[in-house]
């Protein structure tokens, strides 16, 4: 069974940094993207950035900069290293999935998904 495990969501004041872990279960073989993404209450689900398996990596303009996807060598843990978070950062962040090789940074996408980890911001 495919597991997706997110830690290291909480509060923090604007400016601070956080780090997101995603303990990933899905076979390397099988997936071709994992993502961040992320809802804010009466929002819909948006995406903050990917990692292909080849490495390439992609961000939402609003996080450019800021934030930074990475793996650890074994491909197990998916990172989002969040930096000069701003209130407009709050929501609950989402690891996911994908076994499409043309994936994007959209939720249609990825087919497997985390149970989300809060992330509060204040100014």
């Known amino acids: 069974q495919v597991q997706l495990v997110e830690s290291g969501g909480g509060s923090v004041q604007s400016g601070g940094s956080l780090r997101l872990a995603c303990a990933d279960s899905?076979?390397?073989?099988?997936?071709?993207?994992l993502g961040w993404f992320r809802q804010a209450p009466g929002k819909e689900r948006e995406g903050v950035a990917l990692?292909?398996?080849?490495?390439?990596?992609t961000y939402a303009d609003s996080v450019k900069d800021r934030f930074t996807i990475s793996q650890d060598n074994t491909k197990i843990t998916l990172f989002l290293h969040m930096n000069n978070l701003k209130p407009g950062d709050t929501a609950t962040y989402y690891c996911?999935?994908?076994?499409?090789?043309?994936?994007?940074?959209?939720?249609?996408?990825?087919?497997?998904w985390g149970q989300g980890t809060q992330v509060t911001v204040s100014s």
């Open positions: 990692i292909k398996a080849n490495g390439v990596t």
């Open positions: 899905i076979y390397a073989g099988s997936r071709n993207c």
């Open positions: 996911a999935a994908s076994r499409d090789p043309g994936c994007i940074l959209h939720p249609s996408y990825f087919s497997y």
